[in-house]
C-alpha cells in the first residue's frame, strides 16, 4: 500500500515493512543499545556510555511506574548495531536532507539517525531543536504526544507555560501540570 496523507500533520503507511515484532524479540534482543551517559562525580574526562540488551531494556519498559524513567537512545549503528538499518528506508517525503549537501555539512551533524525507544512517561521536556534539523520521526508502537508552537511564539508566553520552571524536572510533571489548562 502507498504512503498516504492521514490529515495535513500526518503520513501514514510508511513504515508497512517493518516486523516490529521481530526487531523486538528476535533480530535485537541481544544487541546493547545505549540508555545513559554516566559522567565521573570529579566531572573531568569523557562519560562512560551505559547500554544494556535491547530485551533486557523492554522488560524493564513493560514493568517500570518511575516518574521519569530512562530510555534507549542510539545513533550509533556501527558493529552488531548496523542490523537496524537493514529494514529501514528513509520514505520519500523525506529523502532531500540539507546535511546531505555536502561533507562539511553532513559533519556539523554526523550522528543524524537514532533510534529511540520509551516507555510510558518517557519524554523530553519542551526544547528548540538544538541542530536545528527539522526531524522527522516515525512511531512503530503505541502513542506520543506533543506540543508545538509556531515560529515566533514570544517568550513570554513560552515563560508562562513553564519552560524554565520545568525544564530540570520529569517531562511527565509539565503534561499533568501544564497541558491541560491549555485549552481554558
Not at 99 to 123: A, C, K, L, M, V
Not at 137 to 145: A, F, H, P
Request: charged share 20%; net charge negative; proline share 8%.
Amino acid at each position: 500500500m502507498p504512503p498516504s496523507r492521514g490529515n495535513k500533520n500526518s503520513f501514514t503507511n510508511l513504515l508497512n515493512t517493518f516486523d516490529h515484532a521481530y526487531f523486538f524479540t528476535e533480530l535485537g534482543s541481544n544487541i546493547p543499545l545505549k540508555v545513559m551517559e554516566k559522567r565521573a562525580s570529579h566531572g573531568m574526562g569523557s562519560p562512560y556510555l551505559v547500554r544494556i540488551p535491547l530485551a533486557l531494556y523492554m522488560d524493564y519498559a513493560l514493568t517500570n511506574t518511575a516518574d521519569d524513567p530512562f530510555y534507549a537512545f542510539e545513533h550509533d549503528f556501527t558493529g552488531n548495531r548496523a542490523v537496524f538499518l537493514d529494514d529501514y528506508d528513509v520514505p520519500p517525503y523525506f529523502t532531500d536532507d540539507l546535511y546531505n549537501f555536502d561533507t562539511q555539512t553532513r559533519e556539523f551533524y554526523p550522528n543524524f539517525r537514532h533510534i529511540i525507544i520509551g516507555s510510558e512517561r518517557t519524554g523530553t521536556n519542551l526544547h528548540v531543536d538544538p541542530k536545528c534539523t527539522g526531524a522527522w520521526n516515525t512511531l512503530i508502537v503505541g502513542c506520543k504526544k506533543w506540543a508545538l508552537f509556531p515560529p515566533g511564539t514570544q517568550p513570554e508566553y513560552l515563560e508562562k507555560l513553564g519552560t524554565s520552571t520545568y525544564s530540570k524536572s520529569p517531562s511527565t510533571y509539565w503534561w499533568m501540570d501544564v497541558a491541560p489548562k491549555l485549552g481554558k
